[in-house]
């Protein structure tokens, strides 16, 4: 029988309540892993984890949740700059415990799995398989919303975040093993089809199977999204 892979799963939000696209994805990604892997959960988050979350979690394996409230990451806001090259996006998010948390479990696991680009600055020096689950290129939105905006100090601010995210988005997929993205265009960006893998977004499939219907909206189309994320805005 062979011995199941020990996987490092790596999120910058907790996955409940499913009110964004990062939340709602792992909500339901976490137990599709969890079927073909041992996971080991390292989770950021802004509020105590409830108990009915983390028990839910639990199912899938240990979980290391570090509570960090919002004058934490404003400090982490405020250091930025110190931590170039690297994007706000990544400073924003690294925690010097978490760090060592991840040091800790890799010897005993086979491979780490970043949510998001934001997590990828964790596994940098791994010596394991890294992959990282871009969905969107955060760069790239940066990049197609500046010329939406009109206030010119938050035009630079974005256009100079872009360039460090694209750069920083380059480099992860150059030296990650894999990387995935929602977005085809996106990825073929990045020109490197060995490194990435698209998995466009899909629905539970008894969504598929329901037999009632309203006539009167069969030419309808209803979006849903946070109206606060700018790719979405400019649908």
Not at 20 to 46: C, H, Q, W
Not at 192 to 218: V, Y
């Amino acid at each position: 029988m062979n011995k199941r892979r020990r996987i490092i799963f790596l999120a910058s939000r907790v996955p409940w309540p499913p009110i964004s696209g990062e939340r709602l994805k792992n909500r339901y990604l976490i137990p599709e892993l969890a079927r073909y892997f041992d996971l080991s959960m390292v989770i950021l988050g802004t509020d105590p984890l409830e108990s009915h979350v983390w028990h839910w979690l639990r199912q899938f394996g240990p979980v290391h949740y570090f509570h960090k409230s919002r004058p934490n990451y404003a400090l982490n806001l405020v250091s930025s700059p110190v931590q170039m090259p690297n994007p706000i996006q990544t400073s924003f998010y690294y925690f010097p415990e978490v760090q060592y948390t991840v040091d800790q479990l890799a010897p005993s696991h086979d491979a780490i799995f970043c949510s998001l680009i934001r997590t990828a600055r964790y596994a940098e020096d791994l010596p394991l398989p890294r992959m990282c689950d871009f969905s969107d290129s955060i760069g790239l939105n940066y990049r197609h919303s500046i010329d939406q905006m009109s206030n010119p100090f938050r035009r630079f601010a974005y256009g100079a975040e872009a360039k460090l995210l694209l750069d920083y988005e380059a480099q992860t997929i150059q030296t990650f093993d894999q990387s995935f993205f929602l977005n085809q265009e996106e990825m073929r960006h990045f020109g490197r089809p060995d490194k990435t893998t698209w998995i466009p977004l899909g629905c539970k499939p008894d969504l598929l199977t329901r037999e009632d219907s309203d006539e009167g909206a069969a030419k309808s189309l209803i979006f849903f999204g946070k109206m606060d994320y700018e790719p979405n805005v400019l649908v």
